[in-house]
């Protein structure tokens, strides 16, 4: 199994209450779907500075 990082993010409980919501509609956990969004945004970042170069 390849090595995780681990991250502790703080989010308004508002954020929190909608995230797992969305998780829950989803069959996933929590854990798994900020791992997904995060690497949505990392890979739409890496995207955007690529053109710009």
């Known amino acids: 199994m390849k090595n995780r990082g681990r991250v502790t993010a703080y989010l308004p409980e508002e954020i929190q209450k909608a995230l797992e919501e969305w998780a829950e509609e ?17 890979k ?3 995207q955007q500075k690529e053109k710009q170069e």
């Open 26 to 42: 989803e069959s996933r956990s929590l854990s798994s779907l900020a791992t997904y969004l995060l690497t949505q945004a990392v």
């Open 44 to 46: 739409e970042r890496q």
